[in-house]
């Protein structure tokens, strides 16, 4: 079945690096998101990861993937005030449209 | 393109009321997702359409919600009769086709409170 956790909330000080997490169970997973919701916005595409890499960098973000533990990361490095938001992981198998989400992960950067 | 456009974006209503949001995806876009985001159970994918066709109710609670795409520019989700436990934030989303870069474009949401 389909089923994305991540833990609730994180704070880290502002020049620090920024670790959430997430795990999934659908082992047919193919696409793995990652999206930011700023207060009173919809969510954004922030990156996403094909199930068959390991590591995607794009700037501050890295993406790590560890298929066998089904456990998606996002590092933000240099953690700013302005990204403070919630995070939310979120899984695809390939050819389906449906897209399930995880609960969300808010992280407050303290300045 | 102005993005996808949610109204009203807020709503409070009395229990028993019946409740219409509206949602205009991006134009060109050929599928369409309502989602409810609460506290208690973050995001949640209620219904998708694909070409106007619903493809996956069945995330939709039960048989007081229902959704309806008449053309590929306007989808409604009407909640009749409405409860308290109804209030969430209701986003819509749209997308183009089913490859990897299928980025899933959301509205600002419409925020429910049934009183």
């Known amino acids: 079945g389909e089923d994305v956790e991540q833990s609730l909330f994180l704070s880290v000080r502002e020049g620090d690096s920024s670790v959430i997490n997430c795990t999934y169970t659908?082992?047919?997973?193919?696409?793995l998101y990652w999206y930011k919701q700023e207060p009173g916005a919809g969510l954004q595409l922030l990156t996403y990861i094909f199930s068959n890499m390991d590591m995607k960098q794009d700037q501050r973000l890295t993406v790590l993937l560890n298929k066998k533990d089904k456990h998606l990361s996002l590092r933000i490095a240099d953690t700013q005030t302005g990204d403070s938001a919630i995070y939310f992981c979120a899984e695809r198998r390939g050819g389906y449209q449906k897209v399930t989400f995880g609960t969300g992960t808010k992280l407050q950067v303290i300045p | 393109d102005a993005g996808v456009i949610q109204s009203p974006r807020h709503e409070v209503t009395e229990m028993g009321q019946e409740v219409t949001l509206r949602c205009k995806p991006i134009s060109g876009h050929n599928s369409l997702f309502w989602y409810r985001q609460t506290m208690m159970r973050g995001l949640e994918l209620l219904i998708y359409?694909?070409?106007?066709?619903?493809?996956?109710d069945s995330g939709m609670p039960e048989d007081r919600f229902s959704a309806k795409m008449p053309n590929a520019s306007f989808s409604t989700l009407k909640i009749q009769p409405s409860e308290p436990r109804d209030s969430a934030v209701y986003f819509c989303?749209?997308?183009?086709?089913?490859?990897?870069?299928?980025?899933?474009?959301f509205g600002q949401g419409t925020r429910l409170t049934v009183v």
């Open positions: 989303a749209s997308s183009l086709g089913s490859g990897v870069n299928t980025e899933a474009f």
């Open positions: 359409f694909n070409n106007n066709v619903p493809i996956d």
């Open positions: 659908d082992s047919s997973s193919t696409y």
